[in-house]
């Protein structure tokens, strides 16, 4: 028995297109003798679509093209996942259809995640297996599981770089697509995966970020074949391409901001890889506290991608900036450091928004996860752009993913000055990060100790951290190696740099929730619906004394 497993690049809202790919490729696995075909869940419409779900005729009209597919089952089964809508009720469900005869599972709502499928979708018990060509088949979603003959596993599965992908059990068909879905703020990559298994072992598919077709006997010994997984570089300029191309055309100019430290760098490689070289504009904006070593940095990095490139001084802005404000009885002098800084900031956000206004483009946003977290960024300023390619990365994995970047381009693109060494518990800079607006600014951060709060603030909780270094358990934890180098095995020191870190965390929060959209390449990113202000402060403040108090009385 031929089965056809199909990856296909859906594209969210445009059914259209997508049936034109579903027909083509039924007639494909048609002239090539197939029994059987597998599309992806949501394949006629894609499953991120927020609330358009709530619109009675949209959803009707998704649901009418079920029909022509059965209409299409003659002489070869076809799996497929849409909505089915009847009166007012809708159900996101798999088809199983052959010379007219349908059958139809109705996928459980997930809990959490991005769909949030109970604002919008009934559930319904509705499943049997399916007798066909003498094998038992059953319709399986995501991490479901049915014991039969194959289960045709159709998902809609994020990429995620710091989560075991999960591994289908029994003989399975398994279909995931590959391309872009937003739900508003999150940009979620689809990598694929897509293939037959068995044994808990991928034997033979589509490698991942690609679209295709894979034909399987199911009947004879299926041989293994080597699986191309895409690695975090692959998968952010497969998101960057997807989003540029569904949402913005296609051709429009990036402009990026080249202010010759790590994120900037990464995120132009990022563009240059994804785009092409003629499509990124970059440009430095100095003021008397960028350093020599920064320039040149951005400068060479220009001329290594190839890019498009221009340098100047913003202090004349600045300049005018505080003229302008005397005018209304604002004395600079007199001005907290903060104030100046943020004025830099935002001038370089009004010219980067100007460059994208003369050549018709948009801006791309450079910070990472840990500035997004604490808000170590200005609104306006450093914030603003149509995309945050990095906003779901920390520091640490930016480090990670510099080589990554520099092994596919063969050649040193990122820095590796702009890189930390760790020798004999040490961490060396060459050029520390710096936003570079104030005279020998450093960031504030403990990078590998605030990257990993934030990166496991899910499943390590300010209040349990707090408990295991009350009790002594941290020393057993991987994280007690950056506490000790920071100097945070002294009580007063760790409590201070708690204090900190919950205050501007808490006091930024607002800023989250207005900076771009971000790719999302990890388990928990930021910028997710949340509740501003409900940090359980009775109980750090308890957390506290207690640390300071036991701390008193071992001295």
């Known amino acids: 028995m031929k089965a056809a497993i199909i990856q296909m690049r859906v594209k969210a809202g445009k059914c259209e297109e997508n049936m034109a790919v579903i027909r ?73 259809a052959f010379d007219k005869e349908t ?8 809990r959490g995640g991005y769909g949030d499928d109970g604002r919008y979708f009934e559930e319904n018990a509705i499943h049997d297996l399916i007798e066909y060509r003498d094998h038992l088949f059953s319709l399986q979603f995501h991490h479901d599981y049915m014991l039969a003959d194959w289960a045709i596993n159709i998902d809609c599965d994020a990429y995620c770089f710091d989560e075991t992908k999960w591994v289908p059990k029994g003989n399975t068909l398994y279909v995931n697509p590959i391309g872009m879905q937003n739900c508003g703020k999150h940009v979620c990559i689809y990598q694929g995966g897509s293939g037959v298994y068995q044994n808990k072992q991928w034997k033979r598919g589509v490698d991942d970020g690609i679209e295709g077709m894979c034909i399987v006997e199911l009947d004879e010994t299926i041989a293994v074949k080597e699986r191309k997984q895409q690695d975090l570089f692959a998968a952010l300029c497969n998101g960057i391409r997807y989003f540029d191309e569904e949402l913005l055309g296609g051709k429009l100019p990036w402009i990026i901001g080249l202010s010759g430290g790590l994120d900037s760098s990464v995120s132009a490689a990022l563009l240059t890889k994804a785009l092409g070289k003629e499509r990124v504009y970059g440009y430095h904006l100095a003021t008397c506290y960028n350093s020599k070593e920064t320039i040149d940095h951005a400068e060479k990095l220009a001329r290594t991608l190839g890019i498009h490139y221009a340098k100047g001084n913003i202090e004349l802005l600045r300049d005018a900036t505080s003229a302008v404000m005397k005018q209304y009885g604002y004395d600079e002098t007199k001005w907290p450091s903060l104030v100046k800084e943020n004025i830099q900031a935002r001038l370089r956000g009004h010219l980067l928004s100007t460059f994208a206004s003369v050549h018709g483009g948009v801006v791309a946003n450079n910070g990472n996860k840990v500035e997004l977290a604490l808000g170590y960024c200005t609104l306006y300023g450093d914030a603003i752009g149509a995309l945050s390619l990095l906003g779901d990365l920390s520091k640490v994995t930016l480090f990670q993913l510099s080589k990554q970047i520099n092994s596919d381009y063969q050649k040193e693109v990122i820095p590796s000055a702009l890189l930390p060494r760790i020798e004999e518990n040490k961490l060396l800079w060459e050029v520390m990060p710096s936003a570079e607006l104030a005279n020998q600014q450093r960031d504030p ?9 934030i990166d496991h603030r899910h499943d390590f909780s300010i209040i349990e951290l707090m408990e295991r270094y009350a009790s002594g358990e941290i020393k057993d934890h991987a994280l007690y190696r950056w506490i000790v180098y920071y100097g945070l095995d002294d009580p007063k020191a760790f409590i201070e740099d708690l204090d900190w870190f919950c205050t501007t965390m808490r006091r930024n929060a607002f800023k989250q ?25 009775a109980r750090y403040e308890e957390w506290k004394q207690l640390i300071l108090a036991r701390a008193k009385k071992a001295a």
Request: hydrophobic content about 45%; overall charge neutral.
């Open 103 to 110: 059958h139809m599972r109705v996928k459980r709502n997930e």
């Open 445 to 453: 951060m403990k990078w590998f100790y605030h990257d990993y709060l």
């Open 513 to 537: 929730l207005q900076v771009p959209p971000l790719l999302v390449v990890s388990k928990h990113a930021f910028s997710a619906p949340f509740a501003q202000g409900t940090f359980d402060e």
């Open 24 to 96: 083509e490729r039924v007639a494909d696995a048609k002239k090539q003798g197939c029994d059987l075909i597998v599309f992806p869940q949501n394949a006629v419409s894609g499953y991120l679509l927020g609330d358009r779900w709530l619109d009675e005729k949209w959803c009707a009209y998704v649901d009418h093209f079920n029909e022509e597919i059965i209409a299409l089952a003659k002489e070869i089964a076809i799996v497929w996942g849409n909505v089915k809508y009847r009166h007012g009720h809708l159900f996101n469900c798999a088809f199983f």
